[in-house]
């Protein structure tokens, strides 16, 4: 079955850096786009960036755009999301999304996803 699993979140101070990584697996991973979302507390899930499946496209939120980079391995079946000067604002459960159909976009459905990864900036 379908399982994508989060690593590498935790604590980081405003300006520091994170990396994430989503472990996919029962699928053809390079078949897929793929993305990232977040849900920062008591908030919607809000798209994050999104990755086409060769990685030939990517696209980000605007909010993220220029600190945050999304990358992949195919050979690996992973997925990552480098963070880097992050922000309080970052704050969320960031979570790893299947994409359903190629689109890498803010609005493009999605048919599986992984439990989530707390990332959390604060000094």
């Known amino acids: 079955q379908v399982q994508l699993v989060e690593s590498g979140g935790g604590l980081a101070q405003p300006g520091g850096s994170l990396r994430l990584s989503c472990a996919a697996s029962?699928?053809?991973?390079?078949?897929?786009?793929m993305s990232w979302a977040r849900q920062a507390p008591g908030k919607g899930l809000e798209w994050v960036s999104g990755?086409?499946?060769?990685?030939?496209?990517?696209s980000y939120a605007g909010s993220v755009k220029g600190r945050f980079t999304i990358s992949r391995d195919n050979a690996k079946n992973t997925l990552y999301l480098q963070m880097n000067s992050l922000k309080p604002e970052d704050t969320a459960l960031y979570v790893c999304r299947r994409n359903r159909g190629g689109g890498v976009g803010p609005e493009v459905p999605f048919d599986y996803w992984g439990q989530g990864i707390q990332v959390t900036v604060s000094s």
């Open positions: 029962g699928f053809t991973f390079s078949s897929y786009a």
């Open positions: 990755i086409y499946r060769d990685a030939r496209d990517t």
